[in-house]
């Protein structure tokens, strides 16, 4: 696909910001992308994400790029922020965008729109209206694991796992969402997993994730100065939620002595206090640090001797690849996204059904490379 051939593209991004992860780096690759393939690309998205872009747009030119800046009135945004109420307020979004963008464009207005974030195949779109081809997609959300890998889990992070497990199902039957997937010309699916679990439009799907690692994304790699080569260096980059698998890393870590390994956590999220307590409960020799920004990443990728992350339902694990790009060795899990990271013979990926089992075979190997070090 060229300029020459395809004019105009519209994308709705709700997550669209320069140099972040996860989802904000998929939406802001996908107008990058864009800016290169077609002649004038317009990006509905947030206002919250408006200074963010303004920023990068003060030192980058994007000439064919406009930015159209959309929310909810400040009642709704204020139900989302007291209640955490992000994807009931980004369907609603999705929804509002059509009134939005009716006043500004007429029906086919464009030759392509794209829906890039969220990635999730929950969210309905209306971009088709106004374009002659409607892509959907990256879209994911359909990951699932064992159900007992919730055991371990307080009470409020096993309600939230169910109710999101239900509420695949549920999506699957939501009529606006049925619209968007029967308008799509074209639908990006991110994983395998997500791929075989939705039961429609096989045919106009392909699979691919959402995003590769940019190498500009980061600074120049420099190791980490504060270093100890005398005991095996853990790193865990990621928000401090339960399904990101921090706690089977922090269970397995119990018995092996703390004097033998030391374990950063970067990032942040509703249940840092929890691992916080557990790590003091259980004396680990865990090292909590507060938001990293991206580009600030690769000292402490490339000063670990192993990134570790046991996500239950990540789409893509982006962070496991940029832990690659910086050379550093993973051990991971195989759920969701992760089952397509391309590993090789330095990397560990444990496999297991059986929640006892998969944290044991953790344990395993955390001992296996942390006595094994010379």
């Not at 009716?102 to 106004?130: E, H, I, M, Q």
């Amino acid at each position: 696909m060229t300029k020459s051939n395809c004019k105009s593209i519209l994308l709705s991004a709700y997550a669209c910001e320069p140099y972040k992860g996860s989802e904000p780096s998929v939406g802001w690759k996908y107008v990058i992308d864009s800016s290169n393939k077609f002649s004038s690309v317009h990006v509905v998205t947030r206002r919250n994400n408006k200074s963010t872009i303004d920023a990068y747009l003060n030192t980058h030119r994007l000439k064919n790029v406009t930015f159209h800046y959309h929310d909810l009135n400040k009642f709704f945004l204020f139900l989302k922020r007291k209640f955490n109420l992000t994807n009931i307020y980004a369907y609603l979004w999705e929804i509002s965008l059509f009134f939005f963008l009716a006043r500004k464009f007429g029906n086919n207005y464009f030759d392509v729109s794209r829906k890039v974030t969220f990635v999730s195949y929950k969210f309905p779109s209306f971009l088709w209206f106004f374009s002659k081809k409607f892509i959907l997609g990256p879209i994911g959300g359909g990951e699932n694991f064992p159900i007992s890998f919730i055991k371990y889990f307080p009470i409020k992070a096993k309600v939230k796992e169910l109710f999101r497990l239900l509420l695949n199902y549920f999506y699957l039957f939501d009529p606006l969402v049925i619209l968007t997937f029967c308008k799509a010309d074209q639908i990006q699916v991110v994983n395998s997993t997500t791929y075989n679990f939705l039961p429609y439009f096989k045919k106009k799907s392909f699979i691919q994730p959402a995003i590769s690692v940019n190498p500009f994304d980061f600074n120049e790699f420099k190791s980490a100065s504060n270093r100890n080569n005398k005991i095996t260096q853990f790193l865990y980059v990621g928000r401090l939620i339960h399904w990101k698998g921090l706690l089977f890393a922090l269970m397995a870590l119990r018995d092996i002595p703390s004097f033998k390994y030391h374990l950063k956590v970067i990032g942040s999220g509703s249940d840092e206090a929890f691992f916080k307590n557990y790590v003091q409960k259980y004396n680990l020799n865990v090292e909590f640090i507060p938001n990293v920004p991206r580009r600030n990443l690769s000292s402490y990728f490339t000063s670990c001797d192993y990134f570790i992350f046991f996500s239950l339902h990540d789409s893509g694990g982006m962070v496991v690849k940029e832990a690659k790009y910086h050379g550093a060795k993973v051990i991971i899990s195989n759920f969701g996204g992760l089952r397509h990271i391309n590993t090789d013979k330095n990397d560990i990926v444990i496999r297991s059904i059986k929640v006892v089992d998969f944290i044991s075979k953790i344990k395993e190997t955390f001992e296996k490379v942390i006595f094994s070090q010379k």
